[in-house]
């Protein structure tokens, strides 16, 4: 059968099915023109919608053999015509009723859409399941456009970081975009963040997914195949992958659990993730910024207080606080 045209009100499906029933069935009365031609004016979608309708009752007459056997509708004698039994049928209401089910399976079947800005403020995660059924968690201040239809299916991610458990549906690609670079995948599991304009890093944890950094921001860069445990890392100084073994897989998602696990990774990195969980200024001097914390060393993301305590004892960092609240991490050396 054709495709029916994408329409959110079901009060317009109900009337086209009504008059493709009318029509078929029975010849129209001045007033009743009248009455069609004033509900077709009214909307350009009303006339494609009663188009399918009427190419629909004809598919029906079609199927009435398979109605008929599952007892969803009974016929007329065989002594009536048989595209006569179809208009008696309309007339009785039993095609109807069994048309409204079909109609109903086509309404529940066919693609749906979604479009919608979503924003998550400080300190806040947010685990939503799109109309698609693919499944999404956003980090703190996270900002993502959803643009779903027939064809395909839109990520936008302007900022921060988001996990994505993608439903499989070749038929519709799915693909983030981020103002360094996109990811493209059918059905896969795979981790995204968009710290700056320019930076790019993808982790997948299931299946493949194809990257293409600098796609949206500038010059397109090569494709980059990716598959399960790959870790990318995009940014002005270039792209480089590496394979993740277990412990540093679960390091990369623990945001998703409200916790940051440093596994060696820079004070600057570290303390870029506990700013989004808190509205305080947090700034690192320079000769700072680079040095490398404890591996395998887990905190909560809410705790920034017991980590900054945990860093004077571990590190050779001094930990001012500014009345305003805001905080300056140094080395000792330079007091």
Not at 35 to 60: G, I, K, M
Not at 80 to 103: C, E, I, K, Q, Y
Not at 250 to 268: E, K
Request: charged share 20%; hydrophobic share 45%.
């Amino acid at each position: 059968m054709n495709s029916f045209p994408q329409c959110l009100d079901p009060a317009a499906e109900e009337q086209a099915a009504l008059w493709a029933a009318r029509l078929d069935g029975s010849s129209l009365t001045a007033t009743d023109r009248t009455t069609l031609d004033a509900w077709l004016a009214e909307n350009p979608v009303h006339r494609t919608l009663l188009s399918h309708y009427c190419q629909f009752s004809a598919d029906l007459e079609q199927k009435l053999p398979v109605l008929v056997a599952a007892g969803a509708v009974e016929l007329p004698p065989d002594s009536v015509p048989r595209r006569s039994r179809t208009r008696l049928l309309w007339g009785t209401g039993a095609l109807a009723a069994a048309a409204a089910v079909m109609v109903l399976m086509f309404w529940l079947n066919r693609p749906r859409t979604q479009s919608e800005n979503l924003a998550t403020p400080m300190a806040l995660r947010k685990a939503i399941t799109l109309v698609d059924g693919t499944q999404v968690e956003l980090d703190a201040q996270t900002s993502l456009q959803i643009e779903i239809d027939g064809k395909e299916r839109r990520m936008r991610l302007a900022s921060g970081e988001a996990f994505f458990a993608v439903h499989k549906d070749a038929s519709r690609p799915f693909t983030v975009e981020t103002p360094a670079g996109s990811v493209r995948v059918t059905g896969t599991q795979f981790d995204i963040s968009a710290e700056t304009a320019a930076t790019l890093e993808v982790t997948v944890v299931e299946g493949s997914v194809l990257a293409r950094p600098g796609e949206t921001g500038g010059r397109p860069g090569a494709p980059v195949s990716l598959a399960a445990g790959d870790h990318l890392s995009a940014g002005p100084d270039g792209v480089a992958i590496r394979a993740l073994n277990a412990a540093a897989l679960d390091a990369a998602l623990a945001w998703r659990q409200g916790l940051i696990v440093c596994n060696g990774m820079s004070l600057r990195e570290a303390l870029a993730r506990f700013a989004r969980y808190h509205g305080r200024g947090i700034t690192v001097a320079p000769d700072a910024a680079n040095l490398r914390l404890s591996v395998g060393a887990r905190y909560s993301l809410d705790d920034l207080d017991g980590f900054l305590a945990q860093l004077e004892e571990t590190q050779p960092v001094r930990v001012a606080h500014s009345l305003n609240g805001t905080v300056q991490v140094s080395l000792r050396s330079e007091q």
